[in-house]
């Protein structure tokens, strides 16, 4: 067992894990912090996509001890963060089975808090590790391009 600290959506935690735990496991089961899904398992899908440090990370390829001192946002923190960025995801139809939709908007949100009025290839280019089945990502493009007129910096 490993003695890890990280703070989480705000919160300063230490935690005992397993050298063999993934942070995805870490967030989802010891955390119940179940926003975040695991798709793929392997780093392809995007669907476990979290903030750490301030970039987007696929949570099922950083083990549990690599986050120790970081800085972690889930998408259960966006309430607080970037409601503004939910509610656009809403508005302009960027959710369908939502699957995807925490590890997009957790790809979007590591974007926006970079830069605040992103061109389309910027866009594309911080979505390209997420993959929708659903929407054509035409609407979460649109969705993203709206909130980022919207979010107070």
Same mark, same amino acid.
């Given at each position: 067992?490993? &003695?890890?600290?990280? =703070?989480?959506?705000?919160?300063?935690?230490?935690?005992?894990?397993?050298?063999?735990?993934?942070?995805?496991?870490?967030?989802?089961?010891?955390? !119940?912090?179940?926003?975040?899904?695991?798709?793929?398992?392997?780093?392809?899908?995007? !669907?476990?996509?979290?903030?750490?440090?301030?970039?987007?990370?696929?949570?099922?390829?950083?083990? !549990?001890?690599?986050?120790?001192?970081?800085?972690?946002?889930?998408?259960?923190?966006?309430?607080?963060?970037?409601?503004?960025?939910?509610?656009?995801?809403?508005?302009?139809?960027?959710?369908?089975?939502?699957?995807?939709?925490?590890?997009?908007?957790?790809?979007?949100?590591?974007?926006?808090?970079?830069?605040?009025?992103?061109?389309?290839?910027?866009?594309?280019?911080?979505?390209?590790? =997420?993959?929708?089945?659903?929407?054509?990502?035409?609407?979460?493009?649109?969705?993203?391009?709206? !909130?980022? &007129?919207?979010? &107070?910096?």
């Amino acid at each position: 067992m490993n &003695k890890i600290t990280i =703070n989480i959506n705000g919160e300063e935690r230490t935690l005992e894990v397993k050298s063999n735990l993934r942070l995805l496991d870490l967030i989802r089961e010891d955390l !119940a912090l179940t926003g975040t899904k695991e798709g793929c398992g392997v780093g392809e899908c995007g !669907a476990c996509t979290v903030i750490m440090n301030g970039e987007a990370v696929n949570s099922c390829l950083v083990m !549990a001890t690599q986050a120790d001192g970081a800085t972690i946002e889930t998408v259960e923190n966006l309430e607080k963060s970037a409601p503004e960025l939910q509610e656009s995801f809403v508005e302009h139809g960027a959710i369908q089975c939502g699957f995807c939709t925490p590890g997009m908007l957790m790809s979007a949100k590591a974007l926006l808090d970079k830069v605040p009025n992103p061109s389309d290839m910027q866009i594309k280019t911080a979505l390209e590790g =997420n993959m929708c089945r659903c929407t054509g990502y035409i609407p979460i493009m649109k969705s993203v391009k709206e !909130a980022s &007129k919207k979010i &107070k910096k």
